[in-house]
C-alpha cells in the first residue's frame, strides 16, 4: 500500500453527514448539578436496549443508586429527538453571568464519538431545554416504578380516610 493510501484512508472511515444522521446512539446521560439552592442533583444513563443507571445525590425523592430499565422504544424516541434538533450542532457550553444556577450536563454516546454539552442556567436553546425534559421524564418515570416495585407491600400507607 502506498503512502498517499495510508493517509487517505482515515478520511475513508470518516462519517458523512447522512451517515451520522442515521446512526444510533449507544446512551444518553443527563447530569444536573448543584446549585445554591435546593435544585436536584443527580446522574442518569439511558443505553440503547433501555437499561438506566441512576444516582440520586441531593433534593432529589430517590436517593443512592437505582438500575430500572424502560421501554428501547423510549430510547429511539429520544435518539429521534436528539437527530431532529441538531444536537451535534450545539455549542459545547452554554453559560450566564450568575453564579448560583445548577448546569445540565447531556451526553450522547455514538460507537466512535461523543458530543457532550453543559447548560448552565438553562442558556442553551429552547430545544435543549425540551430534550433534557424528555429524558427527564423516561429517567424519573422509571425509577420511580422502580422503587414503588421493590417497596414492600407493607409500606404502602393507605390515604387518610381510606376504606
Known sequence: MSITALLLLPLSLAFTPEQKAREIPTSISLERTYCFGTCPVYTATIERSGKIHYHGEANVQNMGNVETQTSPRDF????????????????????????DQTSVITTVKWAKRTKEVENYGM??????????????GVVLGSVESQIVRDRPLSAVKPKTGAK
Open 123 to 136: 442558556n442553551g436553546p429552547d430545544s435543549l431545554w425540551e430534550l433534557e425534559e424528555m429524558i427527564d
Open 76 to 99: 429511539e424516541r429520544l435518539a429521534a429527538a436528539i437527530r431532529r434538533i441538531g444536537f451535534e450542532s450545539f455549542a459545547s457550553k452554554y453559560t450566564s453571568n450568575y453564579t
